[in-house]
């Protein structure tokens, strides 16, 4: 069976075969520092994203939607609100079916030390692998937004007889530097791989791109044991796949690139690294365009999440100068608009905006209270935050990093405890 065949045509059995086999591991402990007070109180994966849906709901929607239903999440950093949301929101897989999403903490398995890095986060939990008995590990990183089937990678790395396939995206040169970057040949087959380099090495005959890996790796589960105790034994390994597994696996192994795309177009489908807040603000926003490139209205794709059962968006008074009204946004389930004026913005569940306020180019969080006389603009707004009536948001920079946190591109991050606290040091 060719490769095109595979990833267009081939039989869903044949892929079902593969991805009923095949076991999903979710790096999910990472804090996300990029994010500033985003994180201060959630894991990265754990925060909210798109109106109602947590950012790991997207690689756990992957799985299921590829018919992965053998998934284990690996947490750590400040865990308590990913392990609740996955506890509510997953528990329907049926474990007489051998289905089963896990949440695992992390348990110093191997020795005193927390996870080191991602290969020692594998490596210490490689006996709870070992014992699901699964055909191929798949893994995943927790915090990224994008849809994706995995049966056709796992099918091209069986194709291609490969040790390691690593999916990949093309990203802009000057934005590489942030991720691992590959060099490969003709038939994708990986001939260099470097983590986080400070001059990335563009695509041939592209100057303008580069090749990225999406944190996507493939193993053999025998193989993958080897290199982990291998990479455990070495004193010199930061323990990480993208600067030791990798790099040290192209010399020896056969390892293969999967570019995530359109098979015939060869058009780029929607990744997103969510990883600062400019990244965060914008990836939100693009919802709120008419025709978003990510669509979440995808019935044949859908991403599953946990939802409080809430009354439907409500929008109040129609005097000329106290109209409850939301143009060119998303708004959802619990808010009330109450005479004020919302545009350009996404609010998630359970908002209240009152009256005579303006809210303008904004990520609204679940449960954030802004009282009257408000105006918000180019702002995120954390969960449960509590804004005073007359404050104003995003109309002068100076005074807003004087309280909040200010990003390079102008947002203005506001948290409760801000809100709360006395004055503190912005930036920007």
Request: hydrophobic share 40%; aromatic share 8%.
């Amino acid at each position: 069976m060719s490769t095109e065949q595979q990833r267009i045509g081939a039989p869903r059995r044949y892929l079902s075969r593969l991805t009923r086999g095949t076991l999903a591991v979710i790096m999910a402990g990472g804090r996300g520092e990029r994010l500033k007070q985003l994180t201060e109180d959630r894991c990265k994966p754990a925060a909210p994203f798109g109106g109602k849906f947590r950012i790991i709901d997207f690689v756990l929607s992957n799985c299921l939607n590829s018919g992965i239903r053998q998934i284990s999440v690996l947490t750590q950093y400040k865990a308590h609100s990913l392990i609740q949301h996955i506890g509510k929101g997953w528990g329907f897989l049926r474990g007489e079916f051998g289905e089963f999403i896990e949440t695992i903490p992390a348990q110093q398995r191997r020795g005193p030390e927390w996870y080191q890095g991602t290969a020692d986060a594998l490596w210490q939990n490689m006996d709870l692998i070992r014992a699901h008995r699964p055909l191929h590990v798949l893994v995943l990183a927790g915090d990224h937004i994008y849809k994706m089937d995995y049966g056709p990678m796992i099918g091209f790395h069986v194709e291609k007889e490969a040790d390691i396939t690593v999916g990949v995206v093309e990203v802009p040169i000057d934005r590489a530097r942030e991720f691992g970057v590959l060099a490969i040949d003709e038939s994708n087959r990986v001939l260099g791989f470097q983590e986080k380099p400070s001059e990335p090495q563009p695509m041939p005959g592209r100057t303008d791109v580069a090749l990225a890996s999406m944190g996507i790796y493939v193993f053999n589960p025998r193989l993958l044991e080897r290199l982990l105790r291998a990479d455990a034994e070495d004193p010199g390994s930061a323990h990480d796949f993208g600067k030791n597994i990798i790099p040290q696996a192209i010399e020896n192994l056969r390892v293969f690139a999967y570019p995530f795309e359109d098979v015939r177009s060869k058009a780029q489908h929607y990744w997103r690294d969510v990883g600062t807040i400019d990244a965060y603000y914008e990836a939100n926003m693009e919802l709120v365009r008419v025709s978003p490139e990510l669509n979440i209205y995808d019935e044949q794709w859908p991403i599953w999440t946990y939802q409080e059962q809430l009354p439907p968006a409500k929008f109040v008074f129609d005097d000329d100068n106290r109209r409850g009204c939301a143009i060119d946004s998303m708004v959802s389930g619990g808010c009330i608009i109450s005479g004020s004026r919302v545009s350009n913005s996404l609010l998630f569940s359970q908002v209240r905006v009152h009256d005579y306020s303006t809210v303008d180019r904004s990520v609204i969080l679940p449960r954030v209270r802004i009282g009257e006389h408000c105006v918000i603009r180019n702002a995120i707004i954390d969960e449960g935050a509590v804004v005073p009536d007359g404050t104003s948001i995003g109309v002068d920079p100076v005074q807003d990093r004087e309280r909040f946190y200010v990003s390079e591109n102008g947002v203005t991050l506001v948290t409760a405890s801000m809100l709360r606290g006395p004055a503190r040091s912005g930036g920007g």
